[in-house]
């Protein structure tokens, strides 16, 4: 009957307090409301049906539902390794804490890095260091257009008001600000805190069309233009899939849909706010590039890419096919790894749907150089993100420049509890609970948001000169080097197939992927290839 030990006791020792307090003893008044409370909670336990485990554990089942909810901080702190990234090692979410303070970030006594480990990666040093450069490292988007922009190569990924706070928004945008480097709005829109402090805005725009729809859902020109028109917002992007759940959709509750977020994103208050798992702009390839093409004019000429996280690249090769045939190009492409970000998702999307990013990142860079448009169009990436390596690593994979979400939150102090789904989020960041978001100091955030992006592109220079390289553009895939066994090394050159420029315009290249699917890629229709729905009829494959 020790099950109910904790519950017998409350009850006596309510009675006790009690008695005590009819004996005039008026300060165990405490000891009665205390152990009336637990009693009451106790009983509440026993009498009601929805959960067993409180039936038989009365009052001592709320212990292990405490603990259950301060798992992920007891492990971070108590059990996990340094180095376990789950999904950022406690190494990692240091190094943004320290960037952003502006504290020292040096480390002492060696690596705690396996060296020998498999995977271990680093950058080729050079006998001959360059001497140092200017940080302010920037690539130009949308070169042909009326407006131009120059980018950070360092810069906050898509992540929307409502799901982040509006201190957050603040912070973040403010950062930017006094960095000199773009936020991406996220597909909520953009919200009076985005506009506060005049930071450069990527606006984003998802199958919902938030802050460009009509009362239908379907796009608006005329809000579109009324948004895209105003100076703050330098890029508009239009998002395809993002890692966290790429082809799924999502759904704010009417009971979140507040005044602002009505406002903000142009939907009715008192209903859900659907964003649909595909857009109604466009359903082939060729349709997409023809939508960008007709936001650029409507935007006035400011550059207009898309994002998506890469699924069935027969869908890819048919937006690039598209490219190719049509001549018509996106100023920019965002490959969003499956990593996943901020974005709540179910367990199965978070964990198995899409492609990580480096492979998709590749995949993307290599069907451009092979059709001989990597140089008209620019490529970002997104994925897991933090440190300057990461970002040299990622451009000599192909991209040109980065976004971090999650990186981005750490500096605004993000602990990881990963209860950004619950609008309990303890560092008033992904909540709409003003009495959470109201604590969090944007002057003091925004100031750790601009330190961050400054020592992080400060210590990109400091390894692109002991590689004897003065700016991000130069590196390349054979100076990133990776261990692949206990005794074998390879550069990510050799570990990774690349294509020559134009070897798609005369022939497959010997490249699984491309042996696979390119021939049935249609620019068209982003349905399968005939093998494919072939496959899907009969087991006999």
């Known amino acids: 009957m020790m099950r109910y030990a904790a519950y017998v006791a409350s009850l006596v020792l309510t009675l006790v307090c009690a008695t005590l307090v009819v004996l005039h003893h008026p300060y165990w008044l405490w000891g009665l409301a205390a152990f009336g409370a637990i009693a009451a909670l106790g009983t509440a336990d026993l009498l009601q049906t929805r959960s067993t485990l409180r039936r038989n554990y009365p009052v001592l089942a709320h212990f292990r539902y405490g603990l259950e909810s301060i798992g992920p901080e007891m492990r971070q702190y108590f059990i996990e390794a340094d180095t376990a990234e789950v999904p950022f090692s406690r190494q990692q979410r240091a190094l943004v804490y320290q960037r952003s303070k502006s504290v020292n970030d040096v480390r002492p006594f060696g690596s705690q890095v396996d060296v020998y480990g498999l995977d271990y990666e680093w950058i080729n040093h050079s006998l001959a260091p360059t001497a140092h450069v200017a940080h302010d490292f920037r690539v130009t988007i949308g070169e042909n257009t009326a407006h131009p922009y120059a980018a950070s190569v360092f810069n906050i990924s ?99 849909v507040s005044a602002e977020i009505s406002a903000t994103r142009g939907v009715p208050m008192g209903q859900d706010c659907v964003s649909p798992a595909a857009h109604t702009a466009f359903d082939s390839p060729l349709g997409l590039l023809k939508f960008v093409a007709r936001l650029r004019e409507l935007s006035g000429g400011k550059p207009v890419g898309f994002k998506l996280a890469i699924g069935h690249p027969w869908e ?48 993307v860079h290599n069907t451009l150089v092979g059709l001989d448009l990597r140089d008209k169009i620019r490529i970002g990436a997104a994925g897991r993100i933090t440190s300057a390596f990461d970002i040299a690593r990622t451009l000599a994979m192909g991209a040109d420049w980065c976004n971090a979400g999650r990186g981005y939150m750490f500096a605004l102090g993000c602990i990881q509890a990963q209860s950004c789904h619950t609008d309990r989020c303890p560092t008033g960041i992904a909540t709409q609970d003003p009495s959470r978001w109201n604590k969090l100091d944007v002057p003091d955030k925004s100031t750790r948001v601009f330190h961050f992006h400054e020592n992080t592109l400060k210590a990109l220079r400091d390894l692109l000169c002991a590689a004897g390289l003065s700016h991000p553009s130069q590196i390349g895939p054979e100076h990133i080097l990776r261990r692949v066994s206990p005794t074998e090394v390879r550069s990510l050159g050799a570990l990774y197939n690349f294509l020559a420029p134009g070897e798609l315009l005369g022939k497959v290249p010997a490249h699984a992927v491309f042996q696979s699917f390119w021939a049935g890629a249609r620019s068209d229709s982003f349905a399968a290839p005939e093998r494919v729905l072939a496959m899907r009829a009969s087991k006999s494959f």
Not at 191 to 209: A, C, F, K, M
Request: charged share 20%.
């Open 316 to 363: 890819w090769f048919g937006i690039a096919k598209a490219m190719h045939e049509s001549g018509l190009l996106p100023d920019f492409i965002v490959v969003d790894g499956a990593e996943g970000g901020t974005g709540a998702a179910p367990a199965e999307f978070i964990d198995h749907v899409g492609v990580p990013m480096h492979e998709a990142l590749m995949l």
């Open 158 to 256: 898509a992540m929307s008001f409502g799901s982040l706070s509006a201190n957050a928004i603040r912070a973040l945008n403010k950062g930017a600000k006094l960095g000199g480097f773009y936020h991406d709005t996220g597909e909520g829109s953009i919200s009076p805190y985005h506009r506060e402090n005049g930071g450069d805005l990527v606006w984003e725009i998802g199958s919902g069309y938030f802050g460009c729809r009509d009362e239908r859902g379907l796009f608006s020109e005329e809000r579109f233009v009324a948004n895209a028109g105003d100076a703050q917002v330098k890029m508009i992007e239009i998002k395809l899939s993002q890692g966290a759940k790429p082809g799924h959709g999502g759904v704010l509750p009417a009971a979140k």
